[in-house]
Structures are given as C-alpha cells and as structure tokens.
C-alpha cells in the first residue's frame, strides 16, 4: 500500500513554476522601477546644473536676435534689388537728350521749331519759316541723322503746308528712333 501513495503532488510542480514566474515578475518590475528612478534622478540632476528658465530666455533672445538680422537682411535685398533695376532701366534708357540736341542743332536759324515730341520710339517736329531751301536742307541733315549716325530711320515727311496769310510755311517730319 505505501507503493501506491504519491508523496509529491503535481500541484507542487505547478506551484513551483506559478512562483518562478512570479520571482521574474518581481524582479521585472524592480529592474524597472530602478531604472525609471534613475532617470528621474538625471533628469532632476539636469535641471539642476541647467535650469529650463535660462534656456528659454537664451532662446528667445537668440530669436529675437535673428529677427532683427532677418529685417536687415530684407533691407538689404530690397535695397540691391532697386539698385539693379535702376542700373538696369538706366542702361536700357533711350539717350533722348541726346536725340534732342541732335535735332536742334541741325534745325537752320531761318526756321522756327513749332512743336517737338519725342518719345522711347518716335520723333515728331514741326518747323515753320519763310524758306523753302532752309527746309530742303532741314530735310537733308535729319535724313543725314538716320544714315550717317543712326539716330533715326523711317524718316517720313508728313506734311508741308503754306500759310499764305503769314507767307509762311510749315514742314511736319515724323520718323522711328533707332
């Protein structure tokens, strides 16, 4: 009979493991709860030696730094970039002053200019006087203009006319800038 008594009851082995388990449970949530004081003990230690105040006023400063030298860096392009469109309109700019003087001077001292417009791309003059040879030689110079200085081209006579009241007459001449 003692042959068929079991001393060792298979609850023990089960208990043995349900105790095992719970010993790498403990020792889980102890490792953990280690390392999760260390970490609050760095942290603390942190902002200790660098305190979160400080940071954050040498952020702000630093930014506002930056601003500012943004709003200067802004100017400063703005600046350079009227400075080369000006650059840029003054060497495309038509030299009119100089077409200008241009026709006044050949206009001969018979003759009286009545009415100049000039533009980017056209010329008109109007002349009047009391010679057709001072007008002949008019037409000859502006013509002289475009072929020899290339000042102008398309020269285009756009009337000639007669007061006879005054005994005067009047030359109207039209013509592109080159």
């Known amino acids: 009979m003692n042959g068929s008594i079991n001393l060792v009851s298979p609850k023990n082995e089960q208990l043995e493991k349900e105790q095992n388990r719970l010993r790498i449970v403990r020792m889980s949530a102890f490792i953990i709860m280690l390392f999760v004081a260390a970490i609050a003990v760095l942290v603390f230690i942190i902002n200790l030696t660098l305190p979160i105040n400080s940071i ?13 030298l943004h709003k200067k860096l802004v ?7 009227r400075a080369n ?4 309109v003054i060497a495309k ?20 200019v009545s009415s100049m417009q000039v533009d980017a791309k056209k010329m008109s003059l109007i002349v ?15 013509i002289m203009l475009g072929a020899q200085k290339n000042i102008l ?4 006579m756009q009337q000639l006319s007669l007061d006879v009241k005054n005994n005067k ?10």
């Open 153 to 156: 081209k398309n020269v285009v």
């Open 85 to 88: 469109h000006l650059s840029n």
């Open 128 to 142: 009047s006087g009391d010679s057709l040879i001072s007008m002949n030689r008019l037409i000859d110079d502006v």
């Open 56 to 68: 954050k006023h040498d952020e702000e400063t630093t930014l506002s730094n930056i601003s500012s």
């Open 75 to 81: 100017e400063y392009y703005l600046v350079e970039d």
């Open 93 to 112: 700019r038509e030299k009119l002053p100089n077409i200008i003087d241009a026709l006044l001077t050949i206009v001969p001292g018979e003759l009286s």
């Open 169 to 178: 007459y009047s030359i109207s001449i039209q013509a592109d800038i080159k």
